[in-house]
């Protein structure tokens, strides 16, 4: 958050700019140079196998990769490529199971082999599994496979295989397993080869491998170069009425990059002039600024919200215009007139005025129309249109959901303009008319869903509270407050108090009370998963009270204490509350230590402080990181403490509130908010007069003496 600056006012708009307000300037200042510099070419992209409206000439020399040769080419390469085989998995498993009876049924290689069992079970499963991972082929995929660089380690030759007839493996296949086997099996020679001669005899099945060569096909196609074919400039690419075919289809693709690479981005008279219109964008804008709005310049969290909002929406535009200009035409032409500008507008009326929306989305229009490769007019015509009605309606808005039916006006306005201009080109009826209404409707739906998700992180980013949000939270009939209500009532009269509490407090020194107000409401909503072991609730049943913590042990009294916190972020997150409320539900306590149970169990322990970690007993803060969470924090706990009190004198409340604040800061509480000694000051003195006002005493009133007749 910016600190307030202290100082003598100043003339003209009464501030000093300071070096953080100059690099807010400087920042947008080159933003919007990159915006101007980087322009897109706006190029017609035809649809493949679409019909050619007029002749379609070379622009400019260019090189395209010819993909119809490199598909000669792979077809060549495939030429020398033949079958791949395995060996059938059942068979090796078949063989393998006779093997193995073999071994136990003619135990006679024992007195030739000095190995256990094991051991020569272990070499067996090591050949076997080598045989599954092995191929076959011919010579001439033999030989391709090493003019590529493939491995051929587990390949063998084999010729006249046929489909379902098993076969005897070559010697050269067991002579590569042997030596492959023996690798890592080297003192085991001897029993390897006695595993090879018992099997060797047996034959095989072999099946294609499918998978292996489609690898190798890849792997062909990765060696052959690409090939390149150039057009000179207007050479005919595609005739009028010609079918755009994929080969000319590549060629348009390759002029928009070649068009792209001409432009000569590096030139310095280019940069030049990018620069020098993007300052005298910013001087105008300041001096809409100066002579209007002095307030924005006054405030640099004001002033970096408006430069925030300015370069997300030239940011958008930007991302819009490289998405048209890289989809096909009739998807593309659906939306060549986007509605950009309602976005900001929406924005800067909420958080500013209607005057500062209206004023930059009306500059804005113009600026981002001619800057886009769109159609200029119709963009600048649709978003002026749009932005109006967009700056006007939203100022009022009072409620979130009041968002969709502004953009409905939006969407209402800007399909009136498109039918007069499709009416005065005669083409009102038919389905293009439909398609870009519709258009415009999937336009705004995403601008109402972006609105949605954007206004809580501007609010959170740049410590701005709307109405808009505040009416939300703060409404009784929230499911979550119902539930805290009836559920827990002593918590939810806790929270009422607290946030009437912290409002008056935060007021006095300039933090957001309403904020403290709502937040307030929700900060405890994790008593709820066990309400009946908070004392407030316990005292609300109206019977005789009867405290549940005598069952319990210190410790699990205070895990149960503290465990309302995570309870509350979990509950804050299912009902899908603000992070700031999130925030406050985590700092509200801090680290606090809970004090009661941690003097019940260094009582158990005889008073000795080291056999008791204090860990255990302190909330799983953070620390308030806000002056709000820290305002928070004093207010429940001085409310929960007054509650004791049986003397409201302004000296006893006083004690109070010192005692509590004192134990705070020397808890170190309030190391990591950016709450003054001085506001404290005066936080504590507005909690001891609203303390004492709700606290006060009433007069008792005599009972009625009862006559005789």
Request: proline letters at 3%.
């Amino acid at each position: 958050m910016f600190k307030k600056r202290i100082g003598k006012e100043k003339k003209g708009c009464g501030k000093k700019f300071s070096k953080r307000d100059y690099l807010l300037l400087l920042i947008l200042t080159l933003s919007l140079a990159g915006f101007f510099h980087f322009r897109e070419v706006r190029f017609f992209i035809f649809e493949l196998n679409s019909v050619a409206p007029h002749d379609i000439v070379a622009i400019q020399d260019f090189s395209y990769l010819d993909k119809k040769q490199m598909i000669v080419l792979r077809q060549e390469a495939l030429v020398d490529l033949g079958k791949i085989w395995r060996i059938k998995e059942g068979d090796i498993k078949h063989v393998e199971g006779d093997f193995l009876r073999q071994l136990s049924n003619h135990p006679n290689w024992r007195s030739t082999y000095p190995v256990t069992y094991n051991e020569m079970v272990d070499l067996s499963k090591d050949l076997f599994q080598e045989m599954e991972n092995w191929h076959f082929t011919d010579k001439r995929t033999y030989k391709k496979r090493e003019e590529i660089g493939e491995k051929v380690g587990q390949y063998s030759l084999v010729e006249g295989v046929v489909f379902n007839k098993p076969l005897i493996l070559p010697n050269d296949f067991w002579k590569k397993i042997e030596q492959r086997v023996g690798e890592d099996n080297s003192a085991y020679i001897k029993e390897i080869a006695f595993i090879i001669s018992s099997i060797k005899g047996y034959k095989f099945h072999l099946e294609r491998d499918h998978d292996e060569r489609l690898v190798m096909e890849k792997n062909i196609f990765t060696t052959i170069p690409e090939i390149y074919s150039f057009r000179s400039q207007h050479e005919m690419i595609v005739k009028k009425g010609d079918v755009i075919t994929q080969r000319e289809y590549d060629q348009i693709l390759a002029m928009k990059e070649a068009l792209k690479k001409s432009r000569n981005l590096l030139s310095p008279l280019k940069i030049l002039s990018s620069l020098l219109l993007a300052m005298l964008v910013v001087f105008l804008g300041g001096m809409f600024f100066y002579m209007k709005h002095q307030k924005v310049l006054k405030s640099t969290n004001t002033l970096a919200l408006y430069i925030v909002l300015i370069l997300v929406t030239c940011g958008i535009a930007k991302g819009i215009e490289l998405i048209l200009n890289s989809t096909p035409y009739p998807i593309a032409s659906l939306f060549q007139f986007p509605i950009i500008i309602p976005f900001m507008s929406i924005l800067l009326a909420i958080f500013l005025n209607e005057s500062i929306a209206l004023f930059t989305s009306l500059f804005l229009t113009v600026l981002i129309g001619f800057t886009l490769a769109v159609s200029h007019n119709h963009f600048i015509i649709i978003n002026v249109f749009a932005g109006i009605v967009a700056s006007l309606s939203a100022a009022k808005m009072k409620k979130r959901k009041e968002i969709f039916f502004v953009c409905f006006k939006v969407w209402a306005v800007c399909s009136f303009a498109m039918l007069i201009y499709l009416l005065s080109i005669n083409r009102l009826f038919n389905e293009t008319a439909l398609l870009q209404l519709a258009a415009f409707a999937m336009n705004i739906i995403v601008i109402a869903v972006l609105l949605i998700v954007v206004i809580p992180i501007i609010e959170l980013v740049f410590h701005i509270m709307t109405n808009i949000a505040l009416v939300e939270y703060i409404d009784p009939t929230h499911p979550l407050l119902q539930r805290l209500s009836l559920e827990a009532p002593g918590t939810y009269q806790h929270s009422l108090s607290i946030g009437h509490i912290a409002e008056y407090a935060a007021n006095a020194i300039g933090a957001n009370g309403m904020l403290c107000r709502v937040t307030t409401l929700y900060h405890d909503v994790g008593k709820l998963n066990n309400p009946h072991y908070y004392t407030e609730n316990q005292l609300m049943t109206g019977q005789r009270p009867f405290n549940i913590h005598q069952l319990l042990t210190p410790i699990e009294s205070a895990y149960i204490i503290k465990s309302h916190i995570l309870d509350g972020v979990a509950l804050a997150k299912q009902y899908k509350l603000p992070k700031i409320f999130i925030d406050i539900i985590l700092e509200h306590h801090g680290t606090t230590l809970i004090k009661f149970f941690y003097l019940e169990q260094l009582k158990k322990m005889n008073g000795i402080e080291k056999d008791v970690d204090d860990k255990a007993f302190r909330y799983p803060g953070p620390k308030p990181q806000t002056k709000e969470s820290a305002i928070i924090m004093l207010a429940d706990s001085v409310e929960a403490a007054s509650r004791t009190l049986e003397e409201n004198s302004e000296e006893v409340v006083q004690k109070l509130v010192e005692r509590i604040t004192s134990s705070k800061i020397l808890d170190n509480q309030f190391d990591e908010c950016n709450l003054t000694f001085d506001e404290l000051s005066i936080v504590k003195q507005k909690l001891v007069e609203i303390i004492k006002a709700t606290h006060h005493l009433r007069i008792k009133y005599p009972e009625e003496p009862q006559y005789r007749k």
